[in-house]
């Protein structure tokens, strides 16, 4: 028996999510039009709003509905620092330790030359345009520490010190309440390496 195309083109949109395989965007569609239809209207209506009304901020490129997003607009933040993350979901997480009250910029991606994406296509000249203002003393590197994330961080630390500019990389090391002989050696490698005087 064929499933009806309504219900096909719900599953695929839903594959397109990160993560979601066919076994759980079929859950997830099913489950939407045979027990919570309602869910189903709020879901596409609330998806339908952000894709209207959400766009990148003037300033940051991080998502507002705003030409500049509330963070940018938020005068008592330190005009002298400046966070670069790959994506808003890296911004919401360093903002949620609030342990940084500084602005960001958000590259919305990485290097990734196999995909074609260079500095060109990353924004970097909109990122030194930013940082280059005449008040931000040091731009602080938060990308993953993944390949991607180590490359486009490299390539930013050149591209920034050459015209003057401090530049800081996230500390690495052992996560807080984590015992040595559990942790992966890699990550033992980074923190002593890493490590500073208390």
Not at 25 to 40: F, K, P, Q, V
Not at 52 to 58: F, I, T, W
Not at 81 to 86: D, I
Not at 127 to 135: E, F, I, P, V
């Amino acid at each position: 028996m064929k499933t009806p195309g309504a219900i096909d083109a719900l599953i695929e949109a839903f594959k397109r999510l990160p993560g979601v395989g066919e076994r759980s965007a079929s859950r997830m569609a099913y489950h939407l039009i045979e027990r919570d239809r309602e869910g189903a209207q709020i879901l596409a209506h609330t998806l339908l709003r952000a894709y209207e009304c959400v766009q990148h901020c003037a300033r940051c490129h991080s998502l507002t509905e705003d030409t500049i997003c509330l963070t940018c607009l938020d005068e008592s933040r330190d005009p002298t620092r400046l966070c670069v993350v790959e994506t808003p979901a890296d911004q919401s997480a360093v903002e949620k330790t609030a342990a940084y009250k500084g602005y960001y910029f958000v590259l919305m991606g990485t290097l990734s030359p196999l995909q074609g994406i260079g500095p060109k296509e990353l924004g970097v000249q909109a990122l030194l345009d930013r940082a280059l203002d005449g008040t931000v003393e040091e731009v602080i590197l938060a990308t993953n520490f993944n390949a991607e994330g180590e490359a486009t961080a490299f390539v930013l630390t050149e591209t920034l010190k050459k015209r003057g500019l401090s530049v800081s990389r996230l500390a690495r090391g052992v996560p807080v309440g984590s015992e040595l002989e559990y942790v992966d050696i890699g990550t033992i490698a980074h923190a002593m390496v890493d490590r500073r005087l208390s």
